[in-house]
């Protein structure tokens, strides 16, 4: 499945499930580690696991693993790695702390 397709499947496993304020950057000329970079926001520390894991189950139905999955324990920062897309779903505190949309989108300004 190309990056875009996978992108896509994405973006509907995170809507299914009422993700909050989805944004995909195309990161292709900032990195050659990925394409796209998919940054949402859940509720509760339930629902950022529950996104997480409606996008790995979508991924999985079209023959998609991810490489790694990282923070499911805790919840308010899953990472799921899928090489070409790589998904962020966050509280909205951790997302508004760490703030990678600016980090991404203007990478040489100073942090």
Known sequence: MEAEQLKKLIIEALDDLKAVNT???DV???TDVMDYLVITSGTSNRHVK???NNVCMEAKSQGMRPIGVEGEGEGDWVLVDFGDVVVHVMLPATRDFYDLERLWVNPESPA
Do not use: C, D, E, I
Request: proline residues 0%; aromatic residues 0%; neutral net charge.
């Open 28 to 30: 292709t000329g900032l």
């Open 50 to 52: 529950s996104l997480a």
């Open 23 to 25: 944004v995909t950057l």
